[in-house]
């Protein structure tokens, strides 16, 4: 399991999504019962955009995606949080800016496996 360090740049746009899984069964009457789907049942997701410079910066950033991408949760602090935990990466988008810059956009879903 791969470790994102706090040393890359988070560009501002970069955000969460939060939303709960709930079962939900609707009878013919109208009436429809919820209840919350397992204990883990919180799912956050960062939409989350690095940049530090040129390609030769982030060749380790991209090195960690590609080695837990799919497979691995990788440990990454989220901006809103105050220590590292279990998040995995499914694809990830890199872009190369004017001036070799290099921007790498990863999706990070929470792991609770």
Do not use: C, H
Not at 41 to 56: E, L
């Amino acid at each position: 399991m791969g470790s994102i360090p706090n040393t890359y740049t988070i560009l501002a746009d970069s955000g969460a999504q939060i939303s709960r899984r709930v079962r939900k069964v609707q009878y013919g009457d109208g009436y429809t019962m919820r209840a919350l789907d397992g204990l883990n049942n919180v799912i956050k997701s960062w939409d989350v955009t690095f940049t530090q410079g040129t390609s030769g910066d982030m060749w380790e950033l991209e090195q960690i995606i590609l080695n837990d991408m799919g497979i691995v949760p990788t440990l990454w602090q989220a901006p809103d949080e105050n220590v590292p935990s279990r998040w995995m990466i499914e694809n990830y988008r890199k872009t190369i800016r004017a001036g070799m810059i290099v921007e790498i956009s990863v999706n990070f879903t929470r792991y609770y496996g």
